[in-house]
């Protein structure tokens, strides 16, 4: 057994909750609940009552996800019992991650809960872009990908056999590329559905493979940050929010070494989960955040550097924050200049694609014509 697969399988006895689980509620609706919630406490409504307004608001929404009234009025139960804020959190992992409940807890500590509410808000909201970004590169060429698939499919399920009847009435003799094309639609439609049926049949077995075993989440990430182009948006994508998690952890006081793991679990990537293991392990033996992330190669030398100039001077945090922040600023423009360059290639692809097709259907009537 390999060290990775065997800290892998240890992260995953520890906080099975952060790589094995996602949060049962949208990103997006648990940045606008903490948001609300930083709000009114700001305004001075106390801690109990501002979940009771935030339970009625919820229940009287239909846009808001089903599961949060009954959550909040939970929480307030809790609370109301005696229970520490960060405790009754706890106690729902499933939406609220080591994050979250590590800010909480900083915030009930110092007293300043509005204003750590109002960061991890920030947070949230920073995270939640930078996964729509990444979503929207990859959504465009996949809707492409998906609508030239289904073109060819009609044609050579459909077209090409209609095309073949005709042929054969002439009597034409068939030209190569049609011939190829001819045989490419009949083997299809004799081993198109068992192949569909395959596929779907694999795809349902990795998912389930993939939920269940992190040390085929490490590999699958390590291949998926080894495509071209693609590859290097989704390392910047999550590099930039366990940068930006981190910097708000250590902006609200909490350690380094409280604050690491919380950050890799919401940076959703299991590699630098399985990375901050070790960066965790060397500082507690007295290393520097910055020698210990040198010796992985997840982080770019840049985000190094910055660390290293972040704790000399005492402002890690601070540093930690600019340089997330350039990150996505680099992300939204590498995202933009790829949409920009994927369109016009995809579609000469496209048209290539088709057009040939379309050429070997109609090269035997263009002989005919010549014979003639």
């Not at 009625?56 to 996800?65: E, F, L, N």
């Not at 340089?323 to 048209?351: F, H, K, N, Y």
Request: glycine residues 6%; proline residues 5%; contains cysteine.
């Amino acid at each position: 057994m390999s060290t990775d697969t065997a800290m892998a399988r240890a992260l995953a006895r520890r906080s099975p909750k952060v790589i094995m689980q996602g949060s049962r509620m949208p990103a997006k609706t648990l940045a606008l609940f903490t948001r609300q919630w930083s709000a009114l406490l700001k305004a001075g409504i106390p801690l109990v009552q501002s979940f009771e307004l935030l339970a009625q608001s919820a229940a009287s929404s239909a846009k808001t996800h089903r599961n949060l009234s009954p959550l909040l009025n939970q929480l307030q139960k809790d609370v109301s019992a005696g229970s520490s804020l960060h405790a009754a959190f706890q106690k729902h992992p499933e939406t609220f991650n080591a994050m979250y409940c590590s800010l909480l807890q900083a915030g009930e500590s110092a007293g300043i809960l509005d204003k750590l509410l109002s960061r991890l808000a920030d947070t949230l909201e920073a995270n939640q872009l930078l996964k729509s970004k990444l979503q929207n590169a990859l959504m465009y060429p996949a809707c492409i990908l998906a609508v030239a698939c289904t073109v060819v499919l009609v044609i050579m399920v459909w077209v090409v056999p209609m095309f073949e009847e005709v042929f054969r009435s002439m009597g034409a003799a068939l030209p190569l590329p049609t011939q190829y094309l001819v045989n490419s639609s009949r083997w299809l439609a004799q081993w198109g559905p068992a192949l569909l049926l395959v596929g779907i049949g694999i795809f349902y077995a990795m998912l389930r493979v993939h939920r269940r075993t992190p040390a085929f989440q490490i590999q699958w990430e390590a291949m998926l940050c080894a495509t071209p182009i693609i590859g290097d948006l989704v390392k910047t994508s999550r590099t930039a929010k366990w940068t930006l998690t981190l910097a708000s952890l250590l902006e609200a006081g909490i350690p380094i070494s409280e604050a690491l793991q919380p950050a890799a679990a919401a940076s959703g990537s299991p590699q630098l989960q399985l990375a901050t293991v070790r960066l965790s392990r060397a500082i507690q033996e007295g290393s520097g955040l910055n020698v210990a992330m040198s010796k992985s190669k997840l982080f770019p030398t840049v985000l190094i550097q910055m660390c290293a100039i972040g704790e000399e001077t005492g402002s890690l945090a601070q540093v930690l924050d600019k340089s997330a922040q350039l990150m996505v600023s680099d992300l939204t423009q590498r995202i933009a200049q790829l949409t920009t360059l994927l369109e016009p290639v995809i579609m000469v692809v496209l048209g290539a694609v088709i057009g040939g097709m379309l050429i070997a259907l109609y090269l035997p009537i263009f002989n005919l014509g010549q014979v003639f």
